[in-house]
């Protein structure tokens, strides 16, 4: 039995619970529902969630603990003539040895009789540790039935205590999100501590050149180790700034079409079409950038004399603003929806036209929420990787001409950090300070849209 399956039987349990109580719960009032303090449905509920919580939980439990577990015990198990002399590391290299002997896959080392024997044992081990857990968990699941079934009587406040659990739910998952959050940023910060205890963070933030090509000798070449990071600062926001010249009027214009002047039908079939741009992978979009924007790009200048880069900024500027179109056009449709018609009628009830009412009544009023949009359009240009690592390049250059190869933080973060790295070096620290360094940012534009649409937002009633 795979967890997958016990799983749906899970799931089946606990419909099936749902059933039951609401059938007892019909059965306990003598077939009048009036007689029930809560609808029968609720009674379901509540069997159910007798029946799913502990039994889910316990699964969950051991998907997260199982490969500790199983471990822990594979290891006490092997045999001296494999595990002599050997350190965590090469014991958990000895371990994954195993796990690929036990799934059929190539290993790194020979394979002996003890090996496939600590094969064989860790599938015992697991197919063990599942069946325990198919028992316990379907125990538990029958066991919450029963109890839940039993607990159902006519004048239970059934309602009451499932919209009890589902808010103790909800808090969980709200204070869940709210720890991930939190992690992740300590987990920045942490590490870019220890980078800046090897770089000056002076050095970091102001320095104009890039290379985290640290040295190992004294005389290594072409690794100086420098941390400068405006260079990449410069390349974002030259590509931030392409992106946002094409998102910005081509969006906000399709929202004011879309809004003022399209009929019904035409808007039920340009928005969705337009959202398409939303949906598409952003790899497809680099592709695009890298095998057609850029070399016609390329090949426009060169006919009118100008030196292009294969891989330009303005190339990948300008298919990440394609890119950011729906979303800016999309935010824009709402903000000018929220306008009133009233506001409109009275436009026109003084002789404006419908230009001159979008002009001076509509835009202005829906100018804070507009605003804020666009920047949090450019926080999403900023954080943009794959259309950057295939259309602009991995080249740190400190200029403002669109027409050269740059690059930017989140690329560099993405390079830093390909292959095997060990997190002790200025080179590995890097993509953390990077990191940081790109939240501040994004933070600081999304906490400025959210001030300015606060400020100004207009109340209509």
Wanted: a neutral charge.
């Amino acid at each position: 039995m795979s967890h997958s399956v016990l799983f749906l039987i899970l799931a089946a349990l606990t419909f099936a619970g749902f059933f039951m109580g609401r059938k007892r719960a019909v059965a306990q009032a003598g077939g009048v529902i009036r007689s029930l303090h809560s609808r029968p449905n609720y009674y379901g509920y509540l069997v159910a969630l007798w029946c799913g919580i502990p039994a889910f939980a316990l699964l969950l439990l051991w998907v997260g603990l199982e490969s500790n577990v199983v471990d822990t015990l594979l290891a006490a198990s092997l045999p001296d003539s494999l595990t002599a002399g050997m350190d965590p590391a090469s014991l958990s290299l000895l371990l994954n040895d195993i796990h690929n002997l036990a799934a059929g896959v190539a290993t790194s080392r020979d394979i002996n009789e003890a090996m496939a024997g600590a094969a064989d044992h860790y599938n015992d081990l697991r197919e063990t540790g599942l069946l325990a857990l198919a028992v316990v968990a379907l125990g538990v699941a029958i066991g919450g039935i029963l109890v839940g079934s039993k607990l159902i009587h006519p004048d239970l406040r059934a309602r009451a205590k499932v919209e009890r659990a589902i808010n103790r739910a909800l808090f969980i998952c709200s204070l869940l999100a709210i720890m991930i959050t939190v992690g992740i940023v300590m987990s920045l910060l942490f590490e870019s501590i220890r980078f800046f205890g090897k770089v000056s963070p002076f050095d970091f933030l102001f320095g104009l050149e890039w290379s985290p090509q640290t040295a190992l000798r004294a005389d290594q070449v072409g690794s100086s180790g420098a941390f400068g990071a405006l260079p990449l600062l410069a390349g974002t926001m030259l590509i931030s700034f392409i992106a946002m010249c094409v998102a910005a009027p081509i969006g906000l214009l399709s929202a004011i079409y879309l809004v003022e002047y399209a009929p019904r039908k035409v808007r039920a079939v340009v928005k969705p079409l337009l959202e398409i741009l939303a949906g598409i992978p952003t790899v497809v979009y680099g592709f695009f950038a890298a095998l057609t924007a850029a070399p016609f790009i390329r090949d426009v200048g060169t006919s009118l004399g100008l030196s292009v880069s294969s891989e330009s900024a303005l190339a990948a500027g300008a298919v990440m603003g394609i890119m950011i179109i729906p979303f800016v056009s999309s935010l824009s449709d709402d903000v000018i929806n929220a306008v009133p018609q009233s506001m409109r009628d009275g436009s026109y009830g003084l002789g404006a036209t419908q230009s001159e009412t979008i002009l001076r009544v509509v835009l202005p009023a829906a100018l804070p929420g507009i605003v804020g949009s666009m920047l949090l359009a450019v926080s999403r240009a900023i954080g943009e990787t794959m259309i950057v690592v295939m259309a602009a390049g991995l080249a740190a250059n400190l200029t403002a001409n669109p027409l050269e190869a740059v690059t930017t933080v989140t690329v560099q973060i993405v390079t830093l950090l390909v292959g095997d790295q060990e997190f002790d070096s200025a080179k590995t620290l890097a993509a953390f300070a990077l990191g940081l360094l790109l939240f501040c940012i994004t933070l600081a534009l999304n906490v400025v849209a959210l001030m300015i649409v606060n400020r100004y937002r207009e109340q209509y009633e």
